[in-house]
């Protein structure tokens, strides 16, 4: 009787799951892993011979496995509780899958090959990370022999616009330069050695903001979230502080900003290392919102600019993208500061929590995320007659050469006649005004 | 199909459960472990299958061949010759085609081009088994399967196929025929199968995550310390991931009646080099012993040659590549060395035994690990001297996996052996094992589950829909 049951709650609990995975409701998205979930393969017999039927298959019952949520969470607990935790001891953790695509060696921009590479080019933090005291650091430091290759990017970028706008260096340092402890004072080193080199190799005229220096001023303060690869909102105040000494412009104390804080963030670095003591110790989302400032803001398609949609510079949820609601390939911001001043924002993500100091010293802000945009940076900043250039990135984009290559495309990529946009602004702007609207941005589509 | 992933577990192992005790005669349940041990195959390879079924018949027919012409010695040879020479030719062909090619244009300055051929998972397993089936037909130690339904299933039944125990026919071929029901038997081979899923996916792998990191991630920084910390994690990672997969074979075979051999017995309370591979992965050894080492003399001819023979040929079975076969030939060197200093290391204490089988195993799996000879020579130097002062996270290790490490080394200590059956202790531990057996099962089930799950979950920084 004890072996048939024995037998019998094994089997029952093989069989009771398969059941709740048949008959359960499928999901199609998985938000805390940011991707779609597989989709049930066709089995036909080239899908069968080839194997990609078999793989998909399996896909799909991993994706779809009856509570899968709570088992990820199980898995985080019973990981946790392998052993004992000490204070202030530092556990390094390996996580991702690191590929790196090769660049190929024609560097012709226009050669397939190059635009092949820099469309499947992925930024991708992945490695070998420090966890402290539930916060995770990244054991990634820079690269002072690839940085100045960024800088000569800028270089060209500045000559193309020299008389017409300057151009500024904004990266930021990555936390590795933050890690509390002694032992880790290395990578200090190596991130100043990064940045270094950017400021060394550009030309005169080309404007480098002092980030990392203006941050280490700040060194105990809440500069970066424990649980994801972004700096706080705090971080990017102290980058805008260092663009702005660069552009001499007075920067908006943060004692005037309306503070707004969200609770219980748990970011990327948190996702892939699953850590118990990062999980227990969440993040908090601190916004600082410039005083007495309205803007209207859109966001357009990669490859056009038809089709704007409306968007805001800060969003209302509880993790990174509260800051300009997240990555857009293209976004414009207008401001109430009637100065007449532009500035575009060449970005990676690290860029959204800086840009949203800028509007209480720009009328207009392009930012513009060169992983996604198709549309000519020199085009549009010519159109529109942008004053200020800024590159305010994380530091992996200024050390591959793959992002690097992309910002330089920027300038090369599909020329868009950005003057018609412009031309349509102003007449719904006149026509605005003489129905009474007040600072609306235009939301029309060329069609 | 591996065991150790949601679809076996979840559908196709209680599909293949129902659909073979839906019967009781034997030869319809002979068919369907057929039909779903060639399921299992096609899965992973759906072309390769071919293979498979080629080698199968063909040692069923050469099976027949020498069995119809047992009075003609020379049709009983060429059938035997056929089957060393096609089975032994798959395995050049599929498995070391590359290595030829690469050593004959390294020895003779020639360019023939590598055909990239990728290997077929399990051949190394199932040709030595049909290879060893003709050979026992040959010298009549069994008689030749008639019926190719049984004989295909013995070949291919899914929880043998891929990675072992390579079963002898003999050990089986009654139970091709007669399997009554039993449920001890289930009721063991459900044990057993826990066992080993719980040793694969949660010890293997859980130690495998600290081997990447040490072996691979931090191997330029690596402290002697560390170095060691790597092997011998390595070693245990390797110990669990195989013979927790040779526990689940057996266990899948125990549920459909059949009883496999043993394929380990706790090698890591080995007294010596050779005692340790008395102890593991046996039927390998096992092959090598009776098919190689004795026809070329064995303990009476030859013997140092023959034992390094045999460590060759098991270096290179366990991968196309010199680091191989540099494995092999250093093990069986030191098995040589035991041989010629027996008296001197009979009189060396149990401890020191135990401590020299285990220096001289734990540092043999460096050739095992690295199969780029630049990486294990900076190793090897590494386990001997390094500069680099400890990392900092070696202490959090040792501190966040204690648990682990204590039950990794209480599975690797011969409790059977210390307690043997019968004496008290075993008898209490059993009585208290059976008590807590329904709990077990289920926990290592449902752990096992949700770390492959976690397997599966795979986050990306940016949105990818």
Same mark, same amino acid.
């Given at each position: 009787?004890?072996?048939?049951?024995?037998?019998?709650?094994?089997?029952?609990c093989l069989?009771?799951i398969?059941?709740l995975?048949?008959?359960?409701?499928?999901?199609?998205?998985s938000?805390?892993?940011k991707?779609s979930?597989?989709?049930?393969?066709?089995?036909?017999?080239?899908s069968?011979?080839?194997?990609?039927?078999?793989?998909g298959m399996?896909s799909?019952?991993?994706?779809?496995?009856?509570?899968?949520a709570?088992?990820?969470?199980?898995?985080?607990?019973?990981?946790?509780?392998?052993?004992?935790h000490?204070?202030?001891?530092?556990k390094?953790?390996?996580?991702?899958n690191?590929?790196?695509i090769?660049?190929?060696?024609?560097?012709?921009?226009?050669?397939?090959?190059?635009k092949?590479?820099?469309?499947?080019?992925?930024?991708?933090?992945?490695?070998?990370?420090?966890?402290?005291?539930?916060?995770?650091?990244?054991q990634?430091?820079?690269?002072?022999?690839?940085s100045?290759?960024?800088?000569?990017?800028?270089?060209v970028?500045?000559?193309s616009?020299?008389?017409?706008?300057?151009?500024f260096?904004?990266?930021a340092p990555?936390?590795?330069?933050?890690?509390p402890?002694?032992?880790?004072?290395?990578?200090?080193?190596r991130?100043e050695?990064?940045?270094?080199?950017?400021?060394t190799n550009?030309?005169?005229?080309?404007?480098?903001?002092?980030?990392?220096?203006?941050?280490?001023?700040?060194?105990n303060e809440?500069?970066?979230?424990?649980?994801?690869?972004?700096?706080t909102?705090?971080?990017?105040?102290y980058?805008?502080?260092?663009f702005?000494k660069?552009?001499?412009i007075?920067?908006?104390?943060l004692?005037?900003?309306?503070k707004?804080v969200?609770?219980?963030?748990?970011g990327t670095l948190?996702?892939?290392?699953?850590?118990?003591?990062v999980?227990?110790?969440p993040d908090?989302?601190?916004?600082?919102?410039?005083?007495?400032?309205?803007?209207?803001a859109?966001?357009?398609?990669?490859?056009?600019?038809?089709?704007p949609?409306?968007?805001?510079v800060?969003?209302?949820?509880a993790?990174?993208?509260?800051?300009i609601?997240?990555d857009?390939?293209?976004?414009k911001i207008t401001t109430?500061?009637?100065?007449g001043?532009k500035?575009?924002?060449?970005?990676?993500?690290?860029?959204?929590?800086?840009?949203?100091?800028?509007i209480?010293?720009?009328?207009q802000?392009?930012?513009?995320?060169f992983?996604?945009?198709?549309?000519?940076?020199?085009?549009?900043?010519?159109?529109?007659?942008v004053?200020?250039?800024?590159?305010?990135?994380?530091m992996?984009?200024?050390?591959?050469?793959?992002?690097?290559?992309?910002?330089r495309?920027?300038?090369?990529?599909?020329?868009?006649?950005y003057?018609d946009?412009?031309?349509q602004?102003e007449?719904?702007?006149?026509?605005?005004?003489?129905?009474?609207?007040?600072?609306?941005?235009?939301?029309?589509?060329q069609? | 199909?591996?065991f150790?992933?949601?679809?076996?577990?979840?559908?196709?192992?209680?599909?293949?459960?129902?659909?073979?005790?839906?019967?009781?005669n034997?030869?319809?349940?002979?068919?369907?472990l057929?039909?779903f041990?060639?399921?299992?195959?096609?899965?992973g390879e759906p072309?390769?299958?071919?293979l498979?079924?080629?080698?199968?018949?063909?040692?069923y027919?050469?099976?027949?061949?020498?069995?119809?012409?047992?009075?003609?010695?020379?049709?009983?040879?060429?059938?035997?010759v056929?089957?060393i020479v096609?089975?032994l030719?798959l395995?050049?062909?599929f498995?070391?085609?590359d290595f030829?090619?690469q050593?004959?244009?390294?020895?003779?300055?020639t360019?023939?081009?590598?055909?990239?051929i990728?290997?077929?998972?399990?051949?190394?397993?199932?040709t030595?088994?049909?290879?060893?089936?003709?050979?026992?037909?040959?010298?009549?130690?069994?008689k030749?399967e008639k019926?190719?339904?049984?004989?295909?299933?013995f070949?291919?039944l899914?929880?043998q196929?891929?990675?072992?125990?390579?079963v002898?026919?003999?050990?089986v071929?009654?139970?091709?025929r007669v399997?009554?029901?039993?449920?001890?038997?289930v009721?063991?081979?459900?044990?057993r199968?826990?066992?080993?899923?719980?040793?694969?996916?949660?010890?293997?792998?859980s130690?495998?995550?600290?081997?990447?990191k040490?072996?691979?991630?931090?191997?330029?920084d690596?402290?002697?310390?560390?170095?060691w910390f790597?092997i011998?994690?390595?070693?245990?990672?390797?110990?669990?991931?195989?013979?927790?997969?040779s526990?689940?074979?057996?266990g899948?075979?125990?549920?459909?009646?059949f009883?496999?051999?043993?394929n380990?017995r706790h090698?890591?309370?080995?007294? #010596?080099v050779?005692? $340790? =591979?008395?102890?593991?992965?046996?039927t390998l @050894?096992r *092959? +090598?012993?009776?098919?190689? !080492?004795?026809p070329?003399?064995?303990?009476k001819?030859?013997?140092?040659?023959?034992?390094?023979?045999v460590?060759?040929?098991?270096g290179?079975?366990h991968?196309?590549?010199?680091?191989f076969v540099?494995w092999g030939?250093?093990?069986g060197?030191?098995?040589?060395?035991?041989?010629?200093l027996k008296?001197?290391?009979d009189?060396?204490?149990?401890?020191a035994?135990?401590a020299?089988?285990?220096?001289?195993?734990?540092? #043999?799996?460096?050739? $095992? =690990?690295?199969?780029?000879?630049?990486?294990? @020579?900076? *190793? +090897?130097?590494?386990?001997f !001297?390094?500069?680099?002062?400890?990392?900092a996270?070696?202490g959090?290790?040792?501190?966040?996996y204690?648990?682990l490490?204590?039950v990794?080394?209480?599975f690797c200590?011969?409790?059977?052996?210390i307690?043997?059956?019968?004496?008290?202790?075993?008898?209490?531990a059993?009585?208290?094992?059976r008590?807590?057996?329904?709990?077990?099962?289920?926990?290592?089930?449902?752990?096992?589950?949700?770390?492959?799950?976690?397997?599966?979950?795979?986050? $990306?920084?940016?949105?990818r829909?």
């Open positions: 009787m004890r072996k048939k049951l024995e037998i019998g709650l094994v089997f029952g069989v009771a398969s059941l995975f048949v008959f359960g409701p499928k999901e199609k998205i938000l805390s892993e991707r979930l597989a989709t049930l393969p066709a089995l036909t017999w080239d069968y011979i080839s194997g990609t039927f078999s793989k399996q799909y019952i991993n994706d779809h496995f009856p509570f899968r709570q088992a990820v969470r199980l898995t985080e607990a019973f990981r946790y509780n392998l052993g004992f000490l204070q202030n001891q530092e390094i953790v390996v996580v991702g690191p590929n790196k090769k660049e190929p060696e024609d560097s012709n921009l226009d050669s397939a090959a190059q092949a590479y820099l469309e499947g080019f992925e930024e991708f933090d992945a490695g070998s990370m420090v966890i402290l005291n539930g916060k995770i650091y990244t990634n430091s820079g690269d002072p022999a690839i100045p290759y960024f800088a000569k990017m800028l270089n970028y500045a000559d616009l020299w008389g017409k706008a300057r151009v260096s904004a990266v990555l936390s590795s330069a933050f890690i402890l002694k032992s880790y004072e290395r990578y200090v080193g991130n050695a990064t940045l270094k080199a950017i400021q550009l030309n005169p005229g080309v404007y480098f903001a002092d980030v990392m220096g203006e941050m280490n001023q700040h060194y809440y500069l970066w979230y424990g649980s994801d690869h972004h700096w909102g705090l971080g990017a105040y980058g805008y502080v260092a702005c660069a552009a001499g007075t920067p908006v104390p004692s005037s900003m309306e707004k969200r609770k219980g963030f748990l948190y996702e892939l290392t699953r850590d118990q003591s999980r227990d110790n908090l989302v601190e916004t600082y919102i410039p005083p007495g400032i309205e803007t209207k859109v966001r357009y398609n990669p490859y056009d600019l038809k089709n949609q409306l968007t805001k800060f969003c209302n949820s993790n990174y993208s509260t800051f609601c997240g857009a390939p293209l976004m109430n500061v009637k100065n001043k500035i575009a924002v060449v970005k990676n993500s690290m860029g959204n929590a800086f840009v949203v100091y800028l209480s010293h720009y009328e802000i392009y930012v513009v995320d992983r996604y945009s198709k549309h000519n940076l020199l085009k549009i900043m010519k159109d529109a007659k004053d200020d250039l800024v590159f305010a990135v994380g992996y984009a200024a050390v591959s050469r793959g992002t690097i290559g992309m910002m495309q920027l300038a090369y990529q599909k020329n868009q006649d003057s946009v412009l031309k602004e007449a719904q702007r006149i026509l605005d005004s003489i129905n009474g609207v007040q600072d609306t941005v235009v939301v029309q589509s069609n | 199909m591996v150790s992933s949601l679809t076996f577990l979840y559908f196709f192992l209680p599909l293949s459960i129902v659909f073979y005790f839906a019967f009781k034997v030869r319809i349940q002979n068919f369907i057929l039909v041990s060639f399921i299992f195959y096609a899965w072309v390769w299958v071919i498979l079924l080629f080698s199968a018949l063909l040692d027919f050469n099976g027949l061949l020498i069995d119809k012409f047992r009075e003609n010695k020379s049709i009983r040879l060429l059938a035997l056929n089957s096609i089975n030719g395995l050049a062909t498995k070391y085609a030829i090619i050593n004959t244009n390294f020895l003779f300055g360019s023939f081009t590598e055909p990239n990728l290997l077929p998972v399990g051949i190394s397993f199932y030595f088994q049909t290879l060893s089936y003709t050979i026992d037909v040959y010298k009549g130690e069994v030749a019926d190719p339904i049984d004989f295909l299933m070949v291919s899914f929880p196929l891929v990675a072992g125990p390579i002898r026919y003999a050990e071929a009654a139970q091709t399997r009554p029901f039993d449920w001890a038997n009721s063991t081979g459900v044990n199968f826990c066992l080993g899923l719980f040793k694969k996916v949660v010890l293997a792998n130690v495998g995550i600290l081997v990447e040490y072996l691979q991630v931090q191997f330029n690596l402290s002697t310390p560390e170095a790597g011998v994690l390595y070693s245990l990672q390797l110990y669990f991931d195989f013979s927790g997969y526990d689940m074979a057996i899948l075979g125990r549920i459909f009646g009883t496999f051999p043993e380990f090698p890591y309370a080995a007294t #010596s050779a005692n $340790f =591979y008395q102890r593991w992965h046996k @050894g *092959f +090598l012993r009776d098919y190689v !080492y004795i070329l003399g064995g303990n001819k030859y013997q140092i040659r023959n034992i390094l023979v460590w060759f040929l098991t290179l079975w991968g196309a590549s010199w680091n540099l030939l250093f093990l060197g030191f098995m040589v060395i035991e041989k010629v008296k001197y290391f009189l060396l204490p149990r401890f035994l135990y020299y089988a285990l220096l001289v195993v734990n540092f #043999s799996r460096s050739f $095992f =690990y690295f199969d780029d000879f630049d990486k294990l @020579g900076i *190793f +090897l130097g590494k386990l !001297y390094s500069p680099n002062p400890i990392g996270g070696w959090t290790d040792l501190a966040s204690a648990f490490f204590v990794v080394i209480l200590i011969p409790w059977d052996e307690f043997p059956k019968g004496s008290r202790t075993n008898d209490v059993s009585k208290y094992y008590g807590f057996s329904l709990g077990i099962n289920l926990l290592f089930l449902l752990l096992a589950t949700a770390l492959i799950v976690d397997d599966t979950y795979n986050p $990306f920084i940016y949105f829909f």
